[in-house]
C-alpha cells in the first residue's frame, strides 16, 4: 500500500490499533433507549473531563453545533458569533434551515471579536423591528488555527451573564486549545454553558463528537437528536474508539503542534511563502504562496509524489498536522514543494554545480580537439607541398590545399568565431558527448596514419 503524506485535515486520522480492539470487544445496546453500556460510559467520561453534568453521544460537531442553537434558540432569536467562525463559513447555512435563527456576525481580529461591539450589538427585542438576542457563540481553537485565552473566555461569558444570555463553545479542537495554552481543559469550560468537542480530529476516531451541559440541557437535546435524525442504536462500537480518545489520544497532540512548528519553520525558507505566524498556535499551517505555478497544479503535482494537501482558499493555504505524519514528513513534503516551486535543496543544487562542470570540462576539450585538428592540416599542408612525389594522378598544385586541411581549418575558425556555437556546447550536455566521440574517432585514425578527416561540429541550440 501506498505511503501518504496527508495534510489536509486532522480528520482524516485512521483509528488506532488499540480503538480497533476496542471497537471488536465493545459491550453494545440500543442508545435510542439509553441502555448502551459503552455509549453511558463515554458521555460520563466527557462531561466529567470538562467538567459539566451531562454529555450526549452525536455523529460529527456540525451535528453538534446545529444542534446546540436548536436547543438554545427559537424561530427568529440572534446569535452573536464570528464572521468567519465554523458556524458561519463551514456548515452549510444550517442555522437558517434547522434553527431559523439570525445570526449576527460581528468581525473577528485572530478569532476575537471585540468587546464592546458584542455588548452594542446585543438586543432585547423591546423595539418592534428587533429579534431579541438568545446566545453568543465563541470558537476554541478558532478555525485559523489561533487559541483564544482563559481571560477572553471569562470576559465574554460575563457581559452574556450580565444580559441573561448563554455561551456556547465549538470546541473542535479543545484539547488543541488547551494543549497549545498549556492548561486543563476546564479552565476553558468553565467559561461556556454549553460546548461540544470532536472525536474524530486529532484524537484519531473514526466518527462522532459529544455535546455537553447542563442535565436539564441534554435531555432536550437528546429529543431535538432523534427528531434531526441521529438517533443511534448499537453504537457502543463507535464510542468504544471515543473512549480511547479521551484517555490517551488526547495526550499526544503536542507532539502534533511541534511537527506543525517545523514545517513552519521549513516554509518559512522557501521563496515566495509566507507563512502566518500569528496563526500557529495548534497543528496547522497557514501560508499564502507567491508562485507561476497554478494551484491547481501543484496539488496535484503534490498528489503525484504521495502528497495530498487542499487548494487554498481566499489565497491561504492550510496544512493540518496529525498522529499519522512524522517530522520525517514534515522535511519531505517542504523539499518536494520546494522543487516543484522551481527551486532546489542544498543537495540538488551542488549536484546541477557538478553537472554545470562536467559540460564545461567536455566542452573545453572538445574546442581544444578542433583547434589539434586544424595543427594537425597544416602539418599535411607541409607534407603534401613538399615531401610527396608528382605524377599526374595525384599531384597537388602547392598553391592549393587538400580538402581535409580546409575542413580542419573551417572547424577551426567557426570554433574560434562562433560565440553562440560555444555557448550551445557548454549548455548541451548530449551534444557535446556526441561530438566529443567522433573527435576521439578521428583522432585514433590519425595515429593509424588514414586519411585525416575533420568533421565540422553541429551544435543544437537550446
Known amino acids: 500500500m501506498q505511503k501518504w503524506i496527508d495534510l489536509r485535515s486532522d480528520t482524516v486520522t485512521n483509528p488506532t490499533v488499540e480503538m480497533r ?9 440500543d442508545d435510542v433507549y ?12 466527557a462531561a466529567s473531563i470538562v467538567c459539566k453534568e451531562a454529555a450526549l453521544f452525536v455523529p460529527s460537531g456540525t451535528f453538534a453545533n446545529q444542534l446546540a442553537l436548536f436547543t438554545h434558540c427559537d424561530r427568529g432569536d440572534e446569535v452573536i458569533l464570528g464572521e468567519d467562525c465554523h458556524i458561519v463559513a463551514h456548515e452549510v447555512g444550517a442555522a437558517a434551515v434547522i434553527s431559523n435563527v439570525n445570526l449576527r456576525t460581528l468581525e473577528t481580529i485572530n478569532g476575537k471579536m471585540d468587546l464592546d461591539r458584542i455588548q452594542a450589538s446585543i438586543r432585547y ?30 470576559a465574554v461569558h460575563k457581559i452574556a ?16 486549545a488547551a494543549t497549545s495554552l498549556d492548561v486543563e481543559v476546564d479552565e476553558l469550560t468553565q467559561h461556556c454553558d454549553t460546548l461540544m468537542f470532536c472525536l474524530s480530529k486529532g484524537l484519531c476516531a473514526p466518527i462522532g463528537s459529544l455535546l455537553v451541559g447542563s442535565k436539564e440541557f441534554i435531555e432536550k437535546a437528546r429529543k431535538n437528536r432523534k427528531l434531526l435524525g441521529g438517533g443511534m442504536r448499537q453504537v457502543g462500537v463507535l464510542a468504544a474508539a471515543g473512549i480511547v480518545a479521551l484517555n490517551k489520544m488526547r495526550h499526544c497532540l503536542q507532539d502534533d503542534h511541534k511537527h506543525a512548528a517545523l514545517l513552519a519553520a521549513q516554509l518559512g525558507m522557501i521563496p515566495g511563502i509566507t507563512v502566518k505566524k500569528d496563526w500557529q498556535d495548534i497543528n496547522m499551517v497557514f501560508c499564502t504562496i507567491d508562485s507561476d505555478v497554478a494551484a491547481d497544479s501543484l496539488v496535484d503535482s503534490l498528489y503525484k509524489k504521495g502528497i495530498k494537501v487542499n487548494g487554498p482558499e ?10 499519522w505524519v512524522t517530522e520525517d514528513d514534515m522535511l519531505d513534503f517542504a ?17 546541477q554545480e557538478s553537472d554545470n562542470s562536467l559540460v564545461e570540462s567536455a566542452s573545453n576539450g572538445l574546442i581544444d580537439s578542433v583547434l589539434n585538428q586544424s595543427d594537425l592540416g597544416d602539418s599535411i599542408v607541409n607534407i603534401t607541398s613538399s615531401e610527396q612525389p608528382r605524377n599526374e594522378t595525384s599531384a597537388i598544385p602547392s598553391t592549393e590545399f587538400p580538402e581535409s586541411a580546409l575542413n580542419s581549418v573551417d572547424a577551426t575558425k567557426s570554433a574560434l568565431n562562433s560565440v553562440d556555437a560555444i555557448e550551445s556546447a557548454l549548455n548541451s550536455v548530449s551534444a557535446t558527448e556526441s561530438d566529443s566521440n567522433s573527435v ?10 588514414q586519411k585525416p578527416r575533420v568533421r565540422r561540429f553541429k551544435v543544437t541550440r537550446n
Open 21 to 29: 480492539q476496542a471497537m471488536v470487544n465493545a459491550i453494545v445496546g
Open 440 to 449: 576521439n574517432a578521428t583522432e585514433s585514425g590519425a595515429e593509424k596514419n
Open 34 to 45: 439509553n441502555d448502551d453500556p459503552t455509549v453511558k460510559e463515554l458521555e460520563e467520561l
Open 335 to 351: 523539499s518536494v514543494l520546494k522543487k516543484l516551486l522551481g527551486f532546489q535543496d542544498g543537495a540538488a543544487d551542488n549536484e
Open 125 to 154: 427585542g423591546e423595539d418592534i423591528h428587533w429579534p431579541k438576542t438568545k446566545l453568543i457563540c465563541l470558537e476554541n481553537a478558532y478555525s485559523n488555527g489561533v487559541v483564544l485565552s482563559p481571560e477572553y473566555m471569562s
Open 161 to 176: 451573564k450580565d444580559n441573561n444570555l448563554l455561551v456556547h463553545l465549538d470546541g473542535a479542537r479543545l484539547f488543541n
Open 314 to 323: 481566499n489565497g491561504v493555504w492550510r496544512f493540518v498536522t496529525h498522529f
